[in-house]
């Protein structure tokens, strides 16, 4: 099916936490990359955050220090935790797995319908 199911989101005052799922088939969760990508009205889709098999991970400079990403292979779930969340933080965030690890959307093939996450001040 390739379907990504993302839940979690919701708003938050800033400085709060959320943490966003990401359930998909064991088909898809064999993937070599896994990443969560957010955009927000106005600005072009960017890379937030990427795991590979072996657990590598890569982040997007702005929320370096703050969100960590993370997999659970026998629920072949991805996470996002985003700690002290901040208004420009405010997107739809998606997930992804693809042929490769990337803050890149090139290399992802498969992509869930989003979650909206607010921060207000």
């Known amino acids: 099916q390739g379907q990504l199911v993302e839940s979690g989101g919701g708003s938050v005052q800033a400085g709060g936490s959320l943490r966003l799922s990401c359930k998909m088939s064991?088909?898809?969760?064999?993937?070599?990359?896994m990443g969560w990508f957010r955009q927000a009205p106005g600005k072009e889709r960017e890379g937030v955050a990427s795991?590979?098999?072996?657990?590598?991970?890569m982040y997007g400079d702005s929320v370096k220090g703050r969100f960590t990403v993370s997999r659970d292979n026998a629920k072949s779930t991805l996470y996002l935790q985003m700690n002290n969340l901040q208004p420009e933080d405010t997107a739809m965030y998606y997930c992804?797995?693809?042929?490769?690890?990337?803050?890149?959307?090139?290399?992802?093939?498969?992509w869930g319908q989003g979650t909206q996450v607010t921060v207000s001040s």
């Open positions: 064991k088909y898809t969760y064999s993937s070599l990359g």
């Open positions: 992804a797995a693809g042929d490769k690890a990337s803050l890149q959307m090139f290399w992802y093939n498969y």
């Open positions: 795991i590979a098999r072996d657990g590598s991970t």
